[in-house]
């Protein structure tokens, strides 16, 4: 397929180079120099595409890049917009172009990287069924949650569970280190229990190193917890433990840790104990 691919960040650029590999006619475009193919502006990069993709940071550049997008790409272009948004911009987006799929995406830098990142779809399901090629060259699991924003609703739930985990994982790294315990050991043993989670697989070494080299940022994911917020609100339920997770992370991002990975939920919880 030809994909005019807008956004080539942490991201985006290994996913457009999965794209390539996978056969795919690539043309990116990013506001920052990338070594990857790109054109010299957005038009230029969706003029002829099949597929136009969007992967940026918020609905600011979402809306910012979208009018150029419509103005440009050819009319019956698939978009694909794998950013996570609010619910509300990507139905407002689906009336807007006839052919539209919310896709955000979840298993962050090394997920883009290792091409297994898990993708919730919202849209038709025969554009769901042309994207299938893309989505089976950048991620693992992919699939069709509902209508146009359902996509961003799974992705609000996915972001929930990722928050509060890493809470509830920094809370025991501190408990085991203040009681004298081997923290290492102990986790490695949750790890092989029910406690067994993907963010102890991937990062219970890293976060006893203190080590928060930034998959996810943390400024990222405060503006995540935010959709959640709102997106509760909309469907009329009360998440009162996203709404501490929300708090956290607001709290590390005061603190100047927004650069850091969101692992560095640690560095709040130790403050606390102090």
Known sequence: MRIGFIGLGIMGLPMAEHLVKAGHEVVGYDVVPRPFPTAASIAEAV???????????????VEAVFPEIAANAPQDALYIDFSTITPQTSRKLAEQWK????????????????GVLSIMVGGAESDFEAARPIFEA?????????????????????????????????????????AGVDAAAGLDVLAGGLAASRILDLKRE?????????????????????????AARTAEV??????????????ARAQGHGSLDHSALLLVIERLSR
């Open 99 to 114: 052919r539209t799929l919310d896709a955000p995406v979840s298993g962050g830098e090394k997920g883009a990287v290792d």
């Open 206 to 230: 890293s976060m006893l190193a203190r080590s928060f080299q930034p998959g996810f940022r943390i400024d990222l994911h405060h503006k995540d917890m935010g959709i959640i917020l709102d």
């Open 238 to 251: 009360a998440l009162p433990m996203s709404a501490l997770t929300a708090q956290l992370i607001a709290a």
């Open 138 to 178: 950048v991620g693992k699991t992919f699939r069709l949650v509902g209508g146009p924003g359902a996509g961003q609703f799974v992705k609000a739930a996915n972001q929930l569970v990722v928050g509060g985990t890493y809470a509830l994982v920094a809370e025991a790294i501190v408990l085991m280190e203040a």
């Open 47 to 61: 003029r002829e595409a099949e597929v136009v993709i969007t992967m940026l940071p918020a609905d600011p550049q």
